[in-house]
């Protein structure tokens, strides 16, 4: 493996579920040589997540719990990251929740919960991460977590596309924000990736009696991937990984699809 990103410090929230994004792309991160902040409201996820990482790969990993919807949890994060790796070179937002309804079950609550997460959790991780970077003065990279729901919407997951869009939405304001300090913001966006929250999502299926038996969502949400197969969180790490490196320094504002080619425009 390459040391692409040998002494890169680099936070990674929602990364404490050991079968998520998160967790996958820390890995495939620290193989490349990046110090990772495992970061997660689940606090012994993280840690396990981190010294497992630790243990395989020797690379300087830290455990922090945090709840991206709380500025002053977030503001405590990149402190901490700060203070154990001197700095912080790449922010990924990856930390994210989904949910099925229908569309005219459509709850405010619901609503309210997925966008809190994945939008305005986003927001705050953006903006703290920019100011760090800002005061830093040596530029950086910021990487948000869409889906392919940004790009196209889905009547079972209203809400979850919308939170999407915003994320893409947020980004290029964010990309254009913060050009002039040599801080790059893109997105990346999977597809159907073969997670605890897919898993979750098939089992949700099932108990509301739109499936037949376990297997059977994530089968029927996988059909028709041209790649012919759903990802799984290591298929991710390269576009992660170009991203965060100087490789992408002339990219800005993108919103990268990694699905197998279920959405091309």
């Not at 991203?243 to 425009?265: E, F, H, K, R």
């Amino acid at each position: 493996m390459s040391n692409q990103l040998k002494g890169k410090n680099i936070i990674i929230t929602g990364a404490g579920s050991a079968t998520g994004i998160g967790a996958g792309l820390a890995f495939g991160l620290a193989e490349r040589g990046a110090n990772i902040a495992i970061c997660d409201v689940n606090e012994e996820g993280a840690r396990k997540v981190a010294a497992d990482i630790s243990e395989k790969l020797g690379v300087e990993t830290i455990a922090i719990k945090v709840d991206v919807t709380q500025r002053a949890e977030m503001q405590e994060m990149v402190k901490s990251t700060v203070s154990a790796f001197g700095q912080l070179d790449v922010m990924i937002n990856n930390a994210g929740i989904i949910e099925h309804s229908a569309f005219l079950e459509l709850t405010e609550l619901s609503w309210q919960k997925l966008m809190n997460v994945n939008a305005m959790g986003t927001m705050i991780g953006i903006q703290e991460a920019a100011k760090q970077m800002i005061t830093q003065g040596r530029g950086g990279k910021i990487i948000n977590m869409s889906s392919i729901a940004s790009r196209q919407s889905f009547p079972a997951f209203a809400h979850y596309c919308a939170s999407k869009w915003a994320v893409a939405a947020l980004s290029q304001a964010a990309a254009r924000q913060f050009a002039e300090h040599k801080i790059n913001v893109n997105c990346m966006g999977p597809g159907i990736v073969k997670t605890a929250m897919l898993d979750g999502l098939d089992r949700e299926f099932l108990s509301k009696g739109l499936t037949k038996e376990l297997g059977d969502a994530i089968h029927d949400l996988s059909a028709g991937i041209p790649l012919g197969r759903y990802s799984l969180p290591s298929d991710l790490v390269g576009t992660a990984a170009f991203l965060a490196s100087p490789d992408s320094d002339y990219m800005t504002g993108q919103n990268i699809l990694c699905d197998g080619g279920m959405v091309m425009l």
